[in-house]
């Protein structure tokens, strides 16, 4: 009998020890974000107030500024959103998204609807540019979910009716993951694309637009001064290579350096200042570790690989781009900032990075911002305002304005 009772107390037990021996969960709780402002000091300019603009969104990626004052969001599984007058105190978001936006046919993992740029005459022309995951069904599982895809660059004329004539600028004919994606257009035709290749051998494969820089015309063409055009072998719209998982993409304003931010697999997240024909290493080379901590087995540089610009130990997570060029804040004129999902793999600790440089791109400092908001920065741009604006992926999925505060 006493046998017997032992028994039935230790199946009694055992659930609880069970749950004892699990591993508390990684992360913070995320703070739910108020409608009063918040007001924090930082370093240069002491005093911004935060506010919330929008929020609710799906698995937003992205945000544009029209000329107007609105405000695009590019939610991932596949709608387009638009807030109206987002720069002023009376924003408020449509409630439908915008018509004429195709569709990914899953909302599963990152397919769909990612990076937005809007063309530079998008005064007269009214053309918005974006990148697009197109699922590839599973080969060998066709019931199963799509795990690799292929990236599509895609242009359509907005209008008060929504999207019209929307056609594929580029399109991969191989697929790939579906990571990160980023694009910008600039005055003079030419598109900017950062695609990533964080697992494999693409991004030192010369025939494969995976894990590259790419720059085409807007039309689609290939620009003749790209620096592979006519090496055989090579993908002509390669402007660099040897790039992990790319989610960040910006051109400066003063110059038209490209710059690229990227996640290292665990440690080594870069920010890179993109030169013709440069190859930055991965997966040769790395400054990060494997998901496990153990070493990569690779080395951290080599002959004729050009080094990151910025190197985040541990990772950040890094994000949209913004060189901040506005009057409303003029200590932080010429800095950088870094969105930044989570630091050192814990959930709900992102932010905003903030790099001061010299004139030659000599980092002087740098600062983290937003921090005790506990969100994952998704996007970060300037307003026709001159203020700074971040696109939250999270609990509350947000656009949060910083102006001056007290």
Known sequence: MKRRSALVALALLSPAAALAQQPPPVGISPVTLAAEPYHFDTAEVHGIAVSVVAKDFGRPFAMEFLPNGDL??????????IIRAAITPGAVMDTAPIAGMP????????????????????????????????????????????????????????????????????AMEEPGYAGGSRLQVTADGIIWIATGAPFGASGQDMASPHGKVLRINTY?????????????????????????????????????????????????????????????????????????????????????????????????APSGLLFYTGAAFPAWQGNLFIGSARRGEINFTGGLER??????????????????????????????????YVLTDGNENAVLRIAPGE
């Open 72 to 81: 695009l969001v590019a939610e991932r599984a596949g709608n387009l959103r």
């Open 103 to 170: 569709q990914p046919g899953t909302s599963q993992g990152n397919f769909g609807l990612h990076d937005l740029a809007v063309d530079p005459g998008f005064a007269s022309n009214g053309l918005i540019y974006w990148t697009w995951n197109i699922p590839v069904p599973n080969a060998e599982n066709p019931e199963e979910p799509p795990q690799q895809g292929r990236l599509a660059i895609m242009r359509g004329r907005l209008t008060a009716d929504g999207l019209s004539g929307v056609t594929t600028v580029f």
């Open 220 to 316: 689609g063409s290939i620009p003749a001064d790209n620096p592979f055009v006519g090496q055989a072998g090579a993908h002509p719209a390669i402007y660099s290579l040897g790039h992990r998982d790319q989610h960040g993409l910006t051109i400066h304003p003063a110059n038209g350096d490209v710059f690229t931010a990227e996640h290292g697999p665990n440690g080594g997240d870069e920010v890179n200042l993109i030169r013709a024909g440069g190859n930055y290493g991965w997966p040769a080379y790395t400054f990060g570790r494997n998901y496990d901590g153990t070493p990569m087995g690779v080395p951290m540089q080599g002959e004729g690989i050009t080094d990151p610009l910025l190197l985040w130990q541990p990772s950040i």
């Open 355 to 388: 790099i001061v440089f010299n004139d030659q791109f000599g980092e002087l400092r740098r600062e983290r911002l937003l921090t005790q908001l506990h969100q994952r920065i998704r996007d970060v741009v300037q307003g026709p305002d001159g203020l700074i």
